[in-house]
């Protein structure tokens, strides 16, 4: 299907987007990589008056660190995420979690503020920046303002962003030292979205025991969510593999993942609490190794 009839800008500078979505915000969408957008409007589930383009907008593709935490710009895109030798090694969840995004063509397109923005429950990149406490910047003609992730992500597909608002940068922590990571996925073919996943950090002091816990969980809930519980349960504890099968029971409990063709929410639920199992295990030997040197 084709998409229906909309005004189209496509504005040079920031300054020119944030005059554009201060007037016509509430009718318009934003098109970055356009790798979800373009499918809405073409099975019209949206139609808005209006489409602001921000693609010639060179000054929001960027991503380099600053003060120790990483800085990406909202239109750069997975592909550069991906490639980064800077966020292979000081953020190497971020690096293997873009890799189960779709195939390198949605990826070379697809943006970072696009898929925060779209906030897909079944989206890796959240997942992930969920994980590592990242902030997200957005900016209007009123000012910028800074979103911790708990505000932001408000429901499937939903934000906190306002009609006139662009989301402009993402910023991520340092990671701290003897930390350890693992992003896990189920799909029914490579390249889909998962039918659900985990994304874990873990911290190690001298002895061993975990210092610091992040899991994140793809698919368990209507937002990314973390599984706070499971995080407790963690920290001060040796990491084995009980420990392990204790704290993913623990982040499991209590979700209802939305069930559907391909899995039901029991399944998707069991499946979910192996995958952090999992990735309990891989980030602490990771940890360790990174201690060991
Ligand atoms: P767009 O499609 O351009 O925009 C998406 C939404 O965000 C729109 O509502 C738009 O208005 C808004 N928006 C975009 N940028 C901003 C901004 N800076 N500020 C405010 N609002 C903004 N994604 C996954 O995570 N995992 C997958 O496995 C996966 N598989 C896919 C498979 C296929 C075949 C396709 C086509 C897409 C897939 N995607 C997947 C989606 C892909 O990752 C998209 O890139 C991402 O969801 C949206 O990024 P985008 O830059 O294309 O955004």
Redesign the pocket.
């Known amino acids: 299907m084709k998409p229906p009839p909309f005004e189209y800008h496509d504005p040079d500078t920031l300054d020119e987007a944030l005059a554009l979505l201060a007037e016509f915000g509430e009718d318009a969408?934003?098109?970055?990589?356009?790798?979800?957008?373009?499918?809405l409007l073409n099975f019209r589930l949206a139609s808005p008056e209006r489409i602001i383009d921000?693609n010639r907008i060179g000054e929001l593709s960027y991503l380099h660190a600053r003060d120790g935490r990483l800085r990406v710009g909202?239109l750069t895109r997975?592909s550069m995420l991906e490639g980064s030798a800077l966020v292979a090694r000081d953020w190497p969840l971020l690096s293997e979690a873009v890799r189960?995004?779709?195939h390198p063509q949605?990826r070379n397109?697809?943006?970072v503020?696009?898929?925060v923005?779209?906030a897909?429950p079944?989206?890796?990149?959240p997942v992930a920046l969920v994980a590592l406490d990242a902030r997200f910047r957005a900016r209007s003609l009123r000012g910028e303002r800074t979103i911790e992730w708990p505000d932001l992500f408000q429901g499937p597909m939903t934000t906190c962003?306002e009609p006139d608002e662009?989301?402009v940068e993402v910023e991520v922590p340092p990671v701290p030292a003897g930390s350890g990571h693992a992003f896990t996925e189920y799909s029914r073919r490579h390249?889909?979205?998962g039918l659900g996943g985990a994304a874990v950090r873990l911290t190690l002091d001298g002895d061993g025991r975990c210092s610091d816990a992040a899991i994140s969980l793809l698919g368990a809930a209507p937002t990314p969510l973390r599984a706070d519980a499971a995080e407790r349960l963690l920290v001060g504890a040796a990491i084995d593999e009980r420990a392990a099968a204790q704290a993913a029971e623990a982040a499991t409990e209590g979700t209802t993942p939305s069930g559907d063709l391909h899995g039901s929410s029991a399944y998707r639920r069991s499946l979910i609490t192996v995958l952090v199992r999992r990735a309990i295990v891989t980030a602490a030997s990771r940890a360790q190794e990174n201690i060991d040197g």
């Open positions: 969408k934003v098109l970055a990589g356009g790798q979800s957008l373009v499918p921000i909202a997975h189960w995004v779709a949605v397109r697809g943006t503020g696009g898929t923005a779209h897909d079944s989206a890796e990149i962003l662009l989301l390249g889909d979205y």
